[in-house]
């Protein structure tokens, strides 16, 4: 798919080779599972409105989410639970999501670009870490918007077993709808424990 894409962010961090990019959704939230996606886009990949997720309205997403599906070299999304977020920590958590995605990846990378500034090395394959990446580069902005409509998605089916939570909306961000429902109903299966509710 070719068209016109958005200016600022640039193909590749490394030229000649195989890049994925990896980021995550989810780690601020006090329910539900922490997303990350592993992209590998083609050299010609370019996508009208690709950016950071979080600059994009839903619909956009969405859209968006379908494109960089059907035209990415590879693409993966993994997650990592409630029960593990609070055995080992959200960054580790979402670090392990990530390791999975890669794990998942048809196409082996041979080089991962990683939005933020933590990771633990993946086996046998360099890394560069970049803070506000899904702003930088295509790949992890392909990432940024497959973690996040994965997991939106996954928030919504949840919130049909537990619709006082409100997740079909926050997606189980601290949300003042949804601090009160956790004060009223207590927490579910679902809710990270370790998550303080102010």
């Not at 193909?11 to 599972?33: K, M, Q, S, V």
């Amino acid at each position: 798919m070719i068209c016109n894409t958005s200016a600022h962010l640039k193909p590749y961090f490394t030229p000649n080779l195989i890049e994925a990019g990896c980021d995550e959704a989810g780690r601020g939230c006090l329910a539900g599972p922490v997303f990350a996606a592993a992209v590998i886009l083609p050299p010609d990949f370019k996508c009208e409105g690709l950016n950071d997720s979080k600059r994009l309205r839903p619909a956009k997403r969405a859209a968006l989410r379908l494109l960089i599906e059907k035209d990415a070299t590879a693409w993966a999304v993994a997650s990592a639970t409630g029960a593990e977020i609070d055995a080992i920590n959200i960054l580790r958590a979402s670090l392990l999501a990530m390791h999975r995605a890669i794990d998942m990846l048809k196409v082996r990378p041979e080089h991962l670009l990683i939005d933020g500034n933590s990771f633990i090395p993946y086996p046998g394959i360099e890394h560069t870490t970049i803070v506000s990446g899904d702003a930088l580069y295509m790949s992890i902005a392909a990432a940024s918007i497959l973690a996040k409509t994965h997991r939106d998605e996954h928030m919504e089916q949840l919130s049909r077993e537990y619709p006082q939570y409100q997740w079909e909306k926050n997606k189980g961000y601290p949300t003042s709808e949804h601090r009160h429902a956790i004060k009223v109903y207590g927490k579910t299966p679902h809710h990270r424990q370790t998550f303080a509710v102010r």
